[in-house]
């Protein structure tokens, strides 16, 4: 195994990758490590990669936002999408659009990976909305409606790199998330009321 430094960066033809490394047994954590930073210079045609770390991480971080009672949920959403959008974490989030384009056209090494694409995501928002007395059906929905919309955004900038362009359309989508959860806790409080 090869041990050592890699270093991603951003150049007018594509991403680079620069490394030094010497051979010794590495451990896992430092594998996985550079196998990501491979499929992040390269992409992975048809490396067989299950699970993304980044993703897992992002996952961890909404769930951490979520729990913070200091931030209302849009502005945890905000955070989030600051934290997405960061031209850093681009290389990653093209690996994982990558990958779950494989994982649509039913690429073998990917079985699975669709299955952890949606749910977990979904979790946080459905939580928090259940708390806040929204309906099960409905609190999915919201849930399947912020994941898809973040999602598009973030291929949005990607393809076009306009930052201004795609935080412009996330925060009135914020705006009209939060309004829309406004209204339908006063429709559920006249029901009950």
Known sequence: MATGTYLLAETPGGTTITFEYTLQQAPLSERLAAAVARACAGGISDLSLRQIAVEQQQREALTALGADPSLTPTAAAMRMWERSADPALWPLERLFFDLYAQALQGKEHLAGFLDTALEPWFAPTVKAQLARGMPPD?????????VATTRGLLLDLLATGDRAGVDAAMRMFLDWYENAVAVGACARACRNG
Do not use: F, S
């Open 138 to 146: 409905q609190a999915r929905a919201l849930a399947r409606l912020g």
